[in-house]
């Protein structure tokens, strides 16, 4: 959700800006634009294919988690160079060293858990379950990398609660300058005289 809104405003802020300086948007060029499909593909099955994360096991879901940071990373380091790409870069690597530290999953502790769900059924999580797609449920104290876990929310008045790590922001904050760069960058028209 943060990304998707992230993406949103960059794009937004791109537009209204190149509209503004009187240049139309030109979207960024991206190189290695095959990477995408292999980087997003086994996150998009796993949230999106109704019941596939039951009839795979924890382990498979967990390779295909990293195998599309993986995938990302590598398309984003060939496009490092863009503004913006190097905070998503960094994103990107935090979200993989905390998931690759824990099992291949988003560490995600009862506090913030008890946030998104209701104590009746949080009381029936166990150490090491899975939480929702990419989450497992760890205490504190189990969770290597810690301050790269999910541990922030939301804000309460938000129409989706959702928890989200670091490195999420910096993912955020990069996918933004992505989409509104090119608009922010370009030269202003000065016209003619009329």
């Not at 802020?13 to 980087?39: I, K, M």
């Not at 996150?43 to 993986?70: E, G, M």
């Not at 490092?80 to 998931?99: C, D, E, H, Q």
């Not at 989200?164 to 910096?170: A, M, N």
Request: aromatic content about 14%.
């Amino acid at each position: 959700m943060i990304l998707l809104t992230a993406l949103a405003a960059g794009l937004a802020v791109g537009l209204a800006s190149a509209h503004w300086r009187g240049h139309p948007y030109q979207p960024p060029e991206l190189r290695a634009g095959w990477l995408a499909l292999p980087a997003f593909l086994p996150q998009f099955t796993l949230l999106y294919v109704p019941h596939f994360r039951f009839q795979i096991s924890d382990r498979v879901s967990a390779t295909c988690l990293l195998a599309s940071l993986l995938a990302f990373l590598g398309f984003t380091w060939v496009n490092r160079k863009m503004p913006g790409m190097s905070i998503l870069l960094l994103g990107l690597a935090l979200n993989l060293t905390v998931m690759a530290a824990n099992g291949g999953f988003m560490p995600i502790g009862p506090q913030t858990a008890g946030q998104l769900i209701h104590e009746s059924i949080l009381i029936d999580f166990q150490s090491g379950d899975r939480f929702g797609i990419k989450d497992i449920y760890l205490s504190p104290q189990e969770t290597r990398f810690e301050w790269l876990a999910d541990r922030f929310l939301t804000p309460a008045w938000f129409s989706y609660r959702a928890a989200f790590s670091l490195g999420d922001v910096f993912i955020a904050t990069g996918a933004f300058f992505i989409l509104a760069w090119p608009g922010l960058a370009g030269k202003k028209n000065r016209g003619t005289a009329l």
